[in-house]
């Protein structure tokens, strides 16, 4: 340890440094207190070990003015006497108690407590130690925290930040004249803790008084009794800025798409029906490749085109009470050409046959987009000769509709990734079943907007069975409108689908 010793210059005095270096302490003797008042100002020590003259008891004042000098973390002050104190013990008690409560922290006695000393210094150096060590950790996790680049704050149950990374006070700052508030950043007067406390996207005010869109995630703990809250506020303006350009690009390479797409294949259906003469066997098969591969890339440009409405806050839902029943029979009958093709059957099933007249609040073309979807996926899965089944059934307060096929079934491993948008089991390029891995997205997008949920069931005798989940209707007549409902973005902290 560094130790700066404050005493006369006698023997007593050398005797004392000359212990000190022995015990392998920096040892630096000054003999005024004017020179040990510049050391402090300089280089502050460990450990400052002031003399008292004769029998005499510390100055506190002077050992307050000493305390304020010493560095950031403790510094024991010890001072060192020479004999026992003179006068009234109660006096010596009283100016024993001012010097402690002023800032010493121990009192020896010199020559007899030189042993004495020795301990309370080996104490002192672990101790030192252990704060230096806990500086270091501190100090690394500030320097942790000020190099996130996002905003971390943390707010007492008042909603007053008690603590802020750089990034938070780059941003935010604080308001004038007091600590920094949840409604600060909301920029308002009202306390926004409540608000803030939701997370999720949020528009707040940075300290120049202008707005952003930031992506906000919370959580709670406790510091004692009191409970915490810290959020981490991240800037997501470039992530918008990027999202809309890209969604803009798609949608206008989609739309660019379609137009020559809608005369080729015109053209083609027209070859095909014989308006240019009949064509001989091998160009009639070359037509309806190019005819099937057509209304291929036609289905990918409406799901790309979905798919930035939906993601971009551009699609209407026209909701209405209908039966499901019916939705369900509409989407069987639009599938039952595709199914019969490939030597599929397609069933329908309802436990019990009341559930007929089973209402739900839906648009009905989009519902019809979903269980397509399903339908087509669990068709173009199945051998010949199997049957595809849908069912609908009561679950949970609400309906659920089936779709469940005797194919291959699902690889576990895959189940994760089962509606993550183009995510497909088989992405190779070789891949003996088309799609482009938007389908599932887009149906869980739809279902989830329309109060619903979508997920893959669990069947006994393999294949794959997909459950829709609808909410019953309350409180509207057959027939009537249920509003129409605007496709919020999708927030960060949402589950993202998608498709096989």
Same mark, same amino acid.
């Given at each position: 340890m560094r130790i700066l010793v404050i005493h006369r210059a006698d023997a007593a005095g050398e005797a004392l440094g000359a212990m000190l270096l022995g015990l392998g302490h920096v040892v630096e003797v000054v003999d005024h207190i004017a020179m040990g008042v510049a050391r402090l100002q300089q280089t502050p020590p460990d450990v400052l070990m002031l003399h008292s003259e004769g029998a005499g008891q510390p100055d506190a004042a002077l050992i307050a003015r000493l305390r304020t000098m010493g560095n950031a973390g403790w510094m024991p002050i010890v001072c060192l006497s020479t004999g026992d104190a003179t006068g009234p013990p109660? $006096?010596?008690?009283? /100016? =024993?108690?001012?010097? +402690?409560? @002023?800032?010493?922290?121990?009192?020896?006695?010199?020559? $007899?407590?030189?042993? /004495? =000393?020795?301990?309370? +210094?080996? @104490?002192?150096?672990?101790?030192l130690v252990s704060q230096r060590d806990a500086q270091a950790i501190i100090q690394r996790q500030r320097d942790i925290h000020d190099n996130i680049l996002?905003?971390?704050?943390?707010?007492?149950?008042?909603?007053?930040?008690?603590?802020?990374n750089l990034a938070a006070r780059l941003t935010f700052g604080a308001a004038t004249g007091e600590r920094l508030m949840a409604a600060n950043l909301l920029g308002r007067t009202d306390n926004g803790h409540a608000t803030l406390l939701l997370g999720g996207r949020l528009e707040l005010q940075r300290i120049d008084g202008t707005r952003f869109q930031a992506e906000i995630s919370s959580s709670q703990w406790k510091e004692g009794q009191q409970v915490r809250t810290t959020l981490v506020v991240r800037d997501i303006t470039e992530q918008l800025r990027v999202e809309r350009m890209r969604d803009e690009f798609l949608a206008t390479v989609s739309h660019e798409l379609r137009t020559p797409l809608t005369s080729v294949l015109g053209a083609v259906g027209l070859l095909a029906a014989g308006a240019a003469g009949a064509l001989p066997p091998q160009a009639m098969s070359l037509a309806a490749v190019a005819q099937r591969n057509g209304v291929r890339l036609s289905k990918l440009i409406d799901d790309i085109l979905d798919l930035t409405?939906?993601?971009?806050?551009r699609m209407m839902l026209h909701m209405r009470c209908q039966p499901l029943a019916r939705v369900i029979q509409e989407s069987i009958a639009a599938n039952q050409g595709y199914a019969s093709g490939l030597g599929v059957y397609l069933r329908a099933e309802m436990e019990p046959p009341s559930l007929v007249e089973a209402l739900v609040c839906v648009d009905s073309d989009r519902m019809q987009q979903v269980f397509g979807n399903l339908l087509s996926n669990a068709i173009k899965h199945s051998p010949r000769g199997e049957t595809v089944v849908v069912q609908l059934s009561k679950v949970n307060g609400g309906f659920r509709v089936s779709v469940s096929d005797n194919g291959p079934g699902i690889?576990?491993?895959f189940l994760p990734q089962l509606f993550e948008k183009f995510s497909q089991e088989d992405s190779s390029d070789r891949r003996s079943l088309g799609g482009a891995g938007l389908g599932l997205y887009i149906a869980r997008l739809l279902v989830e907007r329309m109060g619903g949920s979508i997920e893959v069931g669990t069947p006994l005798h393999g294949g794959a069975?997909?459950?829709?989940?609808?909410?019953?209707?309350v409180g509207v007549a057959r027939g009537a409108d249920c509003g129409m409902q605007a496709l919020a973005p999708r927030g960060a902290g949402e589950s993202s689908g998608a498709s096989t």
């Open positions: 109660e $006096d010596a008690h009283k /100016l =024993l108690t001012e010097a +402690l409560e @002023r800032g010493m922290d121990d009192q020896i006695t010199l020559p $007899d407590g030189l042993g /004495l =000393l020795a301990a309370k +210094l080996a @104490r002192y150096q672990e101790i996002h905003a971390v704050l943390t707010f007492d149950e008042s909603g007053r930040a008690v603590e802020t409405k939906l993601e971009g806050d690889a576990p491993e069975t997909f459950n829709v989940w609808l909410p019953p209707v």
